[in-house]
């Protein structure tokens, strides 16, 4: 009878010990696919930021670095006149809205600033400074890594 009751309790802690070493294998099956969850959702809320010193003329860049990455002036994404039509003129009040900017200053200064990708889920924000000789580029993204190499890889393309 106790032999039997110490080969059950065994059997039983066994049983135990074996249940929580695959609990802890589901918790971190669970756990991995909520990681991967959680990137997925958030890969457009990360931020990236870089700068860059390029000997080429700032008003060079600037077009180069407006085609390369896409950003279009005001009267480009408009199309219209925002004097004479009140939908053009709430059409530009609504894209100021979503973080669009476009400065200019020819040979000194450029910034440019929009929405890309499937309901404006990234941001792309470039500066241009004219420093000597030499035109600093400084740009900041807010978005996937993919999406972030890929700027970069437009500004340095522009840039060489």
Request: proline share 1%; with cysteine; aromatic share 8%.
């Amino acid at each position: 009878m106790m032999k039997t009751l110490k080969i059950t309790t065994a059997l039983f802690m066994l049983g135990i010990i074996t249940g929580c070493a695959e609990l802890s294998a589901i918790n971190q099956k669970v756990g991995d696919w909520a990681g991967e969850i959680n990137r997925t959702l958030n890969a457009d809320k990360q931020q990236f930021s870089d700068t860059l010193t390029s000997k080429r003329d700032i008003d060079t860049l600037y077009v180069r670095i407006k085609r390369n990455v896409g950003f279009e002036t005001m009267e480009e994404m408009l199309k219209c006149d925002p004097e004479s039509n009140k939908n053009c003129a709430w059409k530009k009040a609504a894209i100021a809205e979503g973080g669009y900017v476009h400065e200019k200053t020819p040979g000194v200064y450029y910034r440019m600033a929009d929405s890309f990708g499937n309901e404006g889920r990234y941001y792309v924000a470039v500066t241009l400074e004219k420093e000597g000789k030499n035109t600093l580029i400084s740009w900041r993204v807010k978005g996937s890594q993919d999406f972030a190499n890929q700027i970069k890889a437009d500004i340095l393309k522009a840039a060489k």
